[in-house]
């Protein structure tokens, strides 16, 4: 004959936290961070960490290179990562408001990975001839130098190690042009300003 236990909740030695089975209504609870054991797998899409970068200042950054070459727009704009697992992928985005400044010059950005000397993406879609590699690009002829577009970059990069890594942002403007991020020149009050933001996500695979 089968034994019964007849309980109403399980739960951790300490009785404070952790995983608890509510046995009567067949519900589990969570503490707010669940720990995943070494080995342990996750399903594939899930997220697995993000890491996001909003600069403490919102500074008037600008930037000006002639293409191929590209200049890091402002350190700032550092994002650092540690991968949990070699095979995830690894989603980067950045968000910032753009000025062209009203010339027709064209401006090119990318992610760089500083530690790994390496462009995020480079490869998947061969070189493009002589063209300049670019994550995104604008080209904008405005009314006027406080017109401005906003920026939304993203690239995808196998995390391949779970070393860290560190990624930046870099950019040109066709001539060696001056371009804006976060504002444009006339400090009033039709002349909007938005602090950038850099997210990266880990997607186990």
Do not use: W
């Not at 001539?175 to 933001?197: F, H, I, L, Q, R």
């Amino acid at each position: 004959m089968a034994s019964i236990l007849n309980v109403d909740q399980i739960n951790n030695a300490a009785g404070t936290s952790g995983i608890a089975l509510d046995v009567s209504t067949g519900k589990a609870s969570f503490p707010n961070s669940v720990i995943i054991p070494n080995g342990a797998t996750m399903p594939a899409g899930s997220v697995v960490q993000v890491v996001t970068n909003t600069p403490a200042t919102t500074s008037h950054v600008t930037f000006s290179s002639s293409p191929p070459t590209m200049v890091e727009a402002d350190t700032s704009y550092r994002t650092t990562i540690t991968p949990k697992h070699s095979n995830s992928i690894l989603l980067l985005n950045f968000s910032a408001l753009i000025g062209g400044r009203n010339s027709g010059t064209i401006m090119g950005f990318k992610f760089y990975d500083i530690t790994n000397s390496a462009n995020v993406g480079f490869s998947a879609l061969g070189t493009g001839g002589n063209r300049t590699f670019v994550n995104a690009s604008f080209r904008t002829v405005d009314s006027d130098v406080n017109d401005r577009h906003h920026l939304n970059m993203t690239a995808a990069v196998s995390a391949s190690t779970t070393n860290s890594r560190t990624y930046a942002i870099y950019a040109y403007k066709e001539s060696g042009k001056t371009g804006d991020m976060n504002m444009t020149g006339t400090d009033n009050a039709g002349c909007s300003y938005a602090p950038a933001v850099f997210t990266i996500t880990e997607i186990a695979q």
